[in-house]
C-alpha cells in the first residue's frame, strides 16, 4: 500500500503543474495597451463611482449609506445601535465595515462636520476640529436619520429618479437622490480622485433657498446679493474679498481666507479661541504654536492649553504682562493656521461628466435636474388619477341599476364568466369590470357609491391641473420655488461665518517691530553682505571676502533700515536690515541675488540704504546721460520684494549712487576726457525708467568709462573740468592732473 500512495504523489504534483499555463513566461505588452486595459478602467471608477459628487450634492457611499437607513425606517422612531446600519449598508456597498462607519461618522451630528448633517447621532462620533478625538466603536453609538433628510427621500417612492441593481443584483438602490433643495452647495464635499479632485465650501441653506429663487425668476440675477459667502459649519470669520468670491462664483475655483474667533479675558490676562478655520485643527494650531516659541518669533505667549469640553472648542493661551492681545493676534493670523485658505473646486459629475462649474451653474444644473423629478412625480401621480378615474366611471355605471348588477352575478354559473358578463351587462371593459366584480357585499349600498362616485369630478380637475403642468415650465418652477420657500422656513439656521471686511494696512500692523539698534552695512563687488554691530566691529579684524572681492560700500545705520539693492537687469530688490542676521568680519556674509531670489544670472550692483526714502537716487549711464530720480518712488504701502524698471535700460550704468543731498560728480570718458558736474543741474524725474538728460558728450564709439564723487584734490585744476552748461565734452586732463589720479586713484 506505501508503495503504491509513493507512485500516485509524484503524479498528483505533475497534474497540479500542469494546471497554470504558461507560467512564469514574461509576455510583452505595450505601455498604452496596459494603460487602457488596466488603469483608465481604475481610473473612471475612482472618478465616476467613488471621489467626485453628482449634482444631488452625493458620493455613491453617501447615498448608499443614507437610503439604507431610509429603507431601514429611521427616518421615525428611535435610534438604533450604528453597528445594525454599518451591516445592513454593506448590501448595497461592498466595502469594509470601517470604511462605512467612517462615512457614517462624518454625516452625523456629533461630529459637527457638516453645516446641516443628515444623521440624529448619540455617542461619541470625534470633532472634524481635533485630529486626536477618536470616534467609538459603532457598537457603541446610536444613529437615525435628521429631520432634513426628509427632503432627500420627498417622492423618491413616485419614480422620480432611476433605480438600479446593486452589486449583486438583489436589490434596487437610486442613481440620485430627489433633493427639494441644492443641497451640493449647503454641505461640504472633498474628495480626491485620479487626475482631478473636488472641494466644495458650504454655504448657509437660507441664503442658498432665497438665491436659487432668485436665479430662477431671473436668470441675471446678482448672486453676491443674496449668497453673500460661504457658510462652515465651524464659524470663524471670513475674510472678504468680493473679487474672490465673484471668481469662485463665475468659474468654481479659488480661494476663501478663514480666520478663527477670539475673545480677551481681560480679568485672566488670556486669550480664548473658540471657533477655527474648517482646514485647521486644534492640534495643527498648537504644534505650530510651539515651534514658534521655540524658534524665539513669539514672546508674548505663557502657558498654551486646550480646554475643550462638551461646551465646544476652547484654545487658551495665557499672555505675559503688558502684551497686546489684538496685535498678537494679527501675528499669529499671520504665522499659524489660526488664518487659513479654503480652496475651492467645484467639479460635479453631471451627466455622469466630471465638470467644475460655478455657483451659478450648479444652480442651473440643479434646477434642470429637480425639473426633471418633479415632471416624473406628476407624470406618475397623473396615471394613478387616470387610472383610478376610470374605475370609478365604471363603478358610476352600476349606479344605474344595482340589482342588474347582483342579479348578473348570482345568476352566473362560473366564476370566470363574472367579468364577461359585467362587461356585457354595463358595457364596461375588463378593468372597471373586474374592479366592480371585486366589491365587497356591505359596499352595495347607493350610499357608498355616490361617495366614491363624487370624486371623479375631482379627479378631472387633477387631472387637467396635471396635464397643464406638464405642458408649461412656469408651473413646475412655481412648484420649485414653494418648495425651496418651505425648505428655508423650515431648516434655516443663521449664518455661523461672520463676514470680516479687513482694514488697509493691517497686515503690517501686525507685524512685530523689529529692535533697533545701530549697525554697519557691507556691500561687496560680487554682491555679499554682512549686517555688523559696532562692538563687533571693534572686536574684528579684517574682512573675509572671496578671491578677488572688495568691499565697495560701507554705510552706517540702524537695524530698522530699508536696503535698495539695484541690480545689472534694471531691477530692484527690496529687504529691511532686521531681515539679515548680525555676523562678523570674519564670515563671508550673505549672497544677495541668492538671498532674495534674484532671477538666474542677474547680479546686485548698488546697495541704497534709507529710514525714510529722502533724498534722490543718480544714475549715469555709459552714452552720458544722467537721471536723478526722487528716492520716494520705491517706497511701496504694500510688502513687495521686487520693483521692475528700477532704472533705464536703454544705456548700459556707468555709475549708480544714493544722493542725500546734491553734490559734485567727475565723469571720465574712455577717451579720457573729465567732466565734474553738479547734480543740482539735473532736473529731478518722476518716472523711475526715465532716459535722464545729456550731461556729457561724446564722439562717436567713445562712452563715459568712470563715475565718482569728486573731492578736492583728486585733480590739480578742477576749474577746467567744471562747466556752466550741459551737455560738456569736457577737458583733457594735464600731467599735473594725470598725477593727482595716479596718486589718489
Same mark, same amino acid.
Request: charged fraction near 30%; hydrophobic fraction near 40%.
Given at each position: 500500500?506505501?508503495?503504491?500512495?509513493?507512485?500516485?504523489?509524484?503524479?498528483?504534483?505533475?497534474?497540479?503543474?500542469?494546471?497554470?499555463?504558461?507560467?512564469?513566461?514574461?509576455?510583452?505588452?505595450?505601455?498604452?495597451?496596459?494603460?487602457?486595459?488596466?488603469?483608465?478602467?481604475?481610473?473612471?471608477?475612482?472618478?465616476?463611482?467613488?471621489?467626485?459628487?453628482?449634482?444631488?450634492?452625493?458620493?455613491?457611499?453617501?447615498?448608499?449609506?443614507?437610503?439604507?437607513?431610509?429603507?431601514?425606517?429611521?427616518?421615525? =422612531?428611535?435610534?438604533?445601535?450604528?453597528?445594525?446600519?454599518?451591516?445592513?449598508?454593506?448590501?448595497?456597498?461592498?466595502?469594509?465595515?470601517?470604511?462605512?462607519?467612517?462615512?457614517? @461618522?462624518?454625516?452625523?451630528?456629533?461630529?459637527?462636520?457638516?453645516?446641516?448633517?443628515?444623521?440624529?447621532?448619540?455617542?461619541?462620533?470625534?470633532?472634524?476640529?481635533?485630529?486626536?478625538?477618536?470616534?467609538?466603536?459603532?457598537?457603541?453609538?446610536?444613529?437615525?436619520?435628521?429631520?432634513?433628510?426628509?427632503?432627500?427621500?420627498?417622492?423618491?417612492?413616485?419614480?422620480?429618479?432611476?433605480?438600479?441593481?446593486?452589486?449583486?443584483?438583489?436589490?434596487? &438602490?437610486?442613481?440620485?437622490?430627489?433633493?427639494?433643495?441644492?443641497?451640493?452647495?449647503?454641505?461640504?464635499?472633498?474628495?480626491?480622485?485620479?487626475?482631478?479632485?473636488?472641494?466644495?465650501?458650504?454655504?448657509?441653506?437660507?441664503? @442658498?433657498?432665497?438665491?436659487?429663487?432668485?436665479?430662477?425668476?431671473?436668470?441675471?440675477?446678482?448672486?453676491?446679493?443674496?449668497?453673500?459667502?460661504?457658510?462652515?459649519? =465651524?464659524?470663524?470669520?471670513i475674510v472678504y474679498d468680493e473679487q474672490a468670491l465673484r471668481r469662485i462664483y463665475d468659474t468654481g475655483r479659488g480661494g476663501i481666507r478663514v480666520r478663527a474667533r477670539y475673545t480677551y479675558d481681560r480679568a485672566n490676562n488670556c486669550i480664548d479661541v473658540t471657533e477655527i478655520p474648517p482646514t485647521a485643527t486644534v492640534e495643527a494650531i498648537m504644534d505650530k504654536v510651539v515651534d514658534l516659541v521655540k524658534a524665539g518669533k513669539i514672546r508674548e505667549i505663557a502657558d498654551m492649553r486646550d480646554e475643550t469640553d462638551l461646551n465646544g472648542l476652547k484654545l487658551t493661551f495665557d499672555l505675559k504682562r503688558g502684551v497686546d492681545p489684538d496685535r498678537l493676534m494679527q501675528r499669529l493670523f499671520k504665522l499659524t493656521p489660526l488664518e487659513d485658505s479654503f480652496s475651492c473646486n467645484f467639479n460635479v459629475l453631471i451627466g455622469g461628466m466630471p465638470r467644475v462649474c460655478g455657483v451659478r451653474t450648479l444652480i442651473e444644473e440643479w434646477a434642470a435636474f429637480r425639473s426633471e423629478c418633479v415632471r416624473r412625480r406628476v407624470f406618475r401621480q397623473l396615471n394613478k388619477k387616470k387610472e383610478k378615474?376610470?374605475?370609478?366611471?365604471?363603478?358610476?355605471?352600476?349606479?344605474?341599476?344595482?340589482?342588474?348588477?347582483?342579479?348578473?352575478?348570482?345568476?352566473?354559473?362560473?366564476?370566470?364568466?363574472?367579468?364577461?358578463?359585467?362587461?356585457?351587462?354595463?358595457?364596461?371593459?375588463?378593468?372597471?369590470?373586474?374592479?366592480?366584480?371585486?366589491?365587497?357585499?356591505?359596499?352595495?349600498?347607493?350610499?357608498?357609491?355616490?361617495?366614491?362616485? &363624487?370624486?371623479?369630478?375631482?379627479?378631472?380637475?387633477?387631472?387637467?391641473?396635471?396635464?397643464?403642468?406638464?405642458?408649461?415650465?412656469?408651473?413646475?418652477?412655481?412648484?420649485?420655488?414653494?418648495?425651496?420657500?418651505?425648505?428655508?422656513?423650515?431648516?434655516?439656521?443663521?449664518?455661523?461665518?461672520?463676514?470680516?471686511?479687513?482694514?488697509?494696512?493691517?497686515?503690517?500692523?501686525?507685524?512685530?517691530?523689529?529692535?533697533?539698534?545701530?549697525?554697519?552695512?557691507?556691500?561687496?563687488?560680487?554682491?555679499?553682505?554682512?549686517?555688523?554691530?559696532?562692538?563687533?566691529?571693534?572686536?574684528?579684524?579684517?574682512?573675509?571676502?572671496?578671491?578677488?572681492?572688495?568691499?565697495?560700500?560701507?554705510?552706517?545705520?540702524?537695524?530698522?533700515?530699508?536696503?535698495?539693492?539695484?541690480?545689472?537687469?534694471?531691477?530692484?530688490?527690496?529687504?529691511?536690515?532686521?531681515?539679515?542676521?548680525?555676523?562678523?568680519?570674519?564670515?563671508?556674509?550673505?549672497?544677495?541675488?541668492?538671498?532674495?531670489?534674484?532671477?538666474?544670472?542677474?547680479?546686485?550692483?548698488?546697495?541704497?540704504?534709507?529710514?525714510?526714502?529722502?533724498?534722490?537716487?543718480?544714475?549715469?549711464?555709459?552714452?552720458?546721460?544722467?537721471?536723478?530720480?526722487?528716492?520716494?518712488?520705491?517706497?511701496?504701502?504694500?510688502?513687495?520684494?521686487?520693483?521692475? =524698471?528700477?532704472?533705464?535700460?536703454?544705456?548700459?550704468?556707468?555709475?549708480?549712487?544714493?544722493?542725500?543731498?546734491?553734490?559734485?560728480?567727475?565723469?571720465?570718458?574712455?577717451?579720457?576726457?573729465?567732466?565734474?558736474?553738479?547734480?543740482?543741474?539735473?532736473?529731478?524725474?518722476?518716472?523711475?525708467?526715465?532716459?535722464?538728460?545729456?550731461?556729457?558728450?561724446?564722439?562717436?564709439?567713445?562712452?563715459?568709462?568712470?563715475?565718482?564723487?569728486?573731492?578736492?584734490?583728486?585733480?590739480?585744476?578742477?576749474?577746467?573740468?567744471?562747466?556752466?552748461?550741459?551737455?560738456?565734452?569736457?577737458?583733457?586732463?594735464?600731467?599735473?592732473?594725470?598725477?593727482?589720479?595716479?596718486?589718489?586713484?
Amino acid at each position: 500500500m506505501a508503495a503504491k500512495r509513493q507512485k500516485k504523489e509524484p503524479k498528483k504534483s505533475v497534474n497540479t503543474s500542469a494546471v497554470i499555463e504558461n507560467a512564469g513566461v514574461l509576455i510583452e505588452q505595450p505601455i498604452v495597451s496596459t494603460l487602457e486595459e488596466n488603469y483608465m478602467p481604475y481610473a473612471m471608477s475612482v472618478i465616476v463611482s467613488r471621489a467626485i459628487p453628482e449634482i444631488d450634492g452625493f458620493k455613491p457611499s453617501h447615498r448608499k449609506l443614507l437610503y439604507t437607513m431610509y429603507k431601514m425606517g429611521l427616518l421615525t =422612531g428611535a435610534r438604533t445601535k450604528s453597528a445594525n446600519v454599518v451591516g445592513a449598508t454593506m448590501k448595497l456597498n461592498p466595502h469594509g465595515d470601517q470604511a462605512i462607519y467612517e462615512t457614517l @461618522v462624518r454625516l452625523s451630528r456629533g461630529c459637527e462636520a457638516l453645516l446641516h448633517p443628515y444623521v440624529d447621532s448619540k455617542g461619541n462620533f470625534g470633532k472634524a476640529y481635533s485630529r486626536d478625538m477618536a470616534y467609538a466603536a459603532s457598537r457603541y453609538t446610536e444613529v437615525k436619520l435628521d429631520p432634513i433628510a426628509n427632503e432627500l427621500f420627498r417622492d423618491i417612492d413616485e419614480d422620480t429618479v432611476d433605480m438600479v441593481d446593486n452589486y449583486d443584483n438583489t436589490m434596487k &438602490e437610486p442613481t440620485l437622490f430627489p433633493v427639494t433643495f441644492p443641497s451640493v452647495l449647503v454641505n461640504s464635499n472633498i474628495g480626491i480622485a485620479v487626475g482631478m479632485a473636488s472641494s466644495i465650501c458650504p454655504f448657509n441653506l437660507a441664503e @442658498v433657498c432665497e438665491t436659487t429663487i432668485a436665479v430662477l425668476k431671473n436668470p441675471e440675477h446678482d448672486l453676491l446679493e443674496t449668497l453673500h459667502a460661504p457658510d462652515f459649519p =465651524g464659524g470663524g470669520y471670513i475674510v472678504y474679498d468680493e473679487q474672490a468670491l465673484r471668481r469662485i462664483y463665475d468659474t468654481g475655483r479659488g480661494g476663501i481666507r478663514v480666520r478663527a474667533r477670539y475673545t480677551y479675558d481681560r480679568a485672566n490676562n488670556c486669550i480664548d479661541v473658540t471657533e477655527i478655520p474648517p482646514t485647521a485643527t486644534v492640534e495643527a494650531i498648537m504644534d505650530k504654536v510651539v515651534d514658534l516659541v521655540k524658534a524665539g518669533k513669539i514672546r508674548e505667549i505663557a502657558d498654551m492649553r486646550d480646554e475643550t469640553d462638551l461646551n465646544g472648542l476652547k484654545l487658551t493661551f495665557d499672555l505675559k504682562r503688558g502684551v497686546d492681545p489684538d496685535r498678537l493676534m494679527q501675528r499669529l493670523f499671520k504665522l499659524t493656521p489660526l488664518e487659513d485658505s479654503f480652496s475651492c473646486n467645484f467639479n460635479v459629475l453631471i451627466g455622469g461628466m466630471p465638470r467644475v462649474c460655478g455657483v451659478r451653474t450648479l444652480i442651473e444644473e440643479w434646477a434642470a435636474f429637480r425639473s426633471e423629478c418633479v415632471r416624473r412625480r406628476v407624470f406618475r401621480q397623473l396615471n394613478k388619477k387616470k387610472e383610478k378615474l376610470h374605475l370609478l366611471e365604471g363603478l358610476s355605471r352600476i349606479l344605474l341599476d344595482i340589482d342588474k348588477a347582483v342579479r348578473i352575478v348570482r345568476e352566473t354559473q362560473e366564476e370566470r364568466e363574472v367579468v364577461p358578463n359585467l362587461m356585457i351587462g354595463f358595457g364596461i371593459d375588463e378593468v372597471q369590470a373586474e374592479y366592480v366584480a371585486e366589491i365587497r357585499l356591505r359596499q352595495l349600498n347607493r350610499e357608498h357609491i355616490l361617495k366614491r362616485t &363624487e370624486e371623479i369630478g375631482q379627479l378631472r380637475d387633477d387631472i387637467a391641473e396635471m396635464e397643464s403642468i406638464l405642458e408649461h415650465r412656469e408651473k413646475i418652477r412655481a412648484i420649485i420655488i414653494s418648495e425651496l420657500e418651505n425648505v428655508g422656513k423650515k431648516y434655516a439656521k443663521p449664518r455661523r461665518s461672520l463676514l470680516y471686511y479687513p482694514t488697509e494696512g493691517e497686515d503690517e500692523a501686525g507685524e512685530e517691530p523689529a529692535p533697533d539698534y545701530a549697525v554697519h552695512l557691507f556691500f561687496t563687488r560680487e554682491g555679499y553682505f554682512k549686517k555688523i554691530t559696532p562692538q563687533s566691529l571693534r572686536m574684528s579684524g579684517e574682512h573675509k571676502l572671496k578671491e578677488g572681492d572688495t568691499v565697495t560700500q560701507a554705510v552706517e545705520a540702524t537695524n530698522n533700515s530699508d536696503l535698495l539693492f539695484f541690480t545689472d537687469r534694471g531691477q530692484v530688490y527690496k529687504a529691511k536690515a532686521s531681515d539679515f542676521d548680525d555676523t562678523k568680519a570674519s564670515v563671508m556674509g550673505d549672497y544677495i541675488p541668492a538671498r532674495l531670489g534674484m532671477d538666474e544670472g542677474e547680479s546686485a550692483v548698488y546697495m541704497a540704504v534709507t529710514a525714510d526714502y529722502a533724498g534722490y537716487m543718480l544714475f549715469v549711464f555709459q552714452n552720458g546721460k544722467a537721471a536723478k530720480v526722487d528716492l520716494a518712488g520705491y517706497a511701496t504701502k504694500t510688502n513687495r520684494k521686487k520693483l521692475v =524698471g528700477a532704472y533705464s535700460t536703454a544705456s548700459p550704468l556707468a555709475g549708480i549712487f544714493q544722493l542725500a543731498q546734491d553734490a559734485e560728480y567727475l565723469l571720465t570718458s574712455s577717451a579720457g576726457r573729465m567732466l565734474i558736474v553738479h547734480t543740482g543741474a539735473v532736473a529731478v524725474k518722476t518716472t523711475r525708467s526715465t532716459q535722464g538728460v545729456a550731461v556729457m558728450t561724446l564722439k562717436k564709439n567713445n562712452f563715459v568709462e568712470r563715475v565718482r564723487p569728486f573731492e578736492e584734490g583728486m585733480v590739480a585744476n578742477p576749474h577746467r573740468f567744471r562747466t556752466k552748461t550741459l551737455p560738456a565734452a569736457g577737458a583733457l586732463p594735464r600731467a599735473e592732473d594725470a598725477g593727482e589720479q595716479l596718486t589718489l586713484g
